[in-house]
């Protein structure tokens, strides 16, 4: 059985920085796309940052040099790291793994205040 868990979220003020992780079982990690998403209220899910198997990365305009996504294959662990956080932030974060199929995490809230 395949499992995302996200953890990592919580609520910042403006400025502040935060660290999330995204647990994965029942995979090959390492042999996964990985990727991050948000969702704000009323708003669309967006993609924020991939990693691919190569380490290689791609991130959002928006969030590029803001956010940072790395991977540890040793721990099927992935992480985003959000710095200059901004009221505009605040979502629901979500990790996404791609091979042959799609898999999604339930999410970790963000929650940015001015």
């Known amino acids: 059985q395949v499992q995302l868990v996200e953890s990592g979220g919580g609520s910042v003020q403006a400025g502040g920085s935060l660290r999330l992780s995204c647990a994965a079982s029942g995979i090959i990690f390492s042999a996964n796309t990985m990727r991050w998403f948000r969702q704000a209220p009323g708003k669309q899910r967006e993609e924020v940052a991939v990693?691919?198997?190569?380490?290689?990365?791609k991130y959002a305009d928006f969030v590029k040099g803001r956010f940072t996504i790395s991977r540890d294959n040793a721990k099927n662990t992935v992480y985003l790291e959000i710095n200059s956080l901004k009221p505009e932030d605040t979502a629901v974060y979500f990790c996404n793994a791609y091979r042959f199929s799609n898999y999604w995490g339930q999410g970790t809230q963000v929650t940015v205040s001015s």
């Open positions: 990693i691919w198997p190569s380490m290689l990365t």
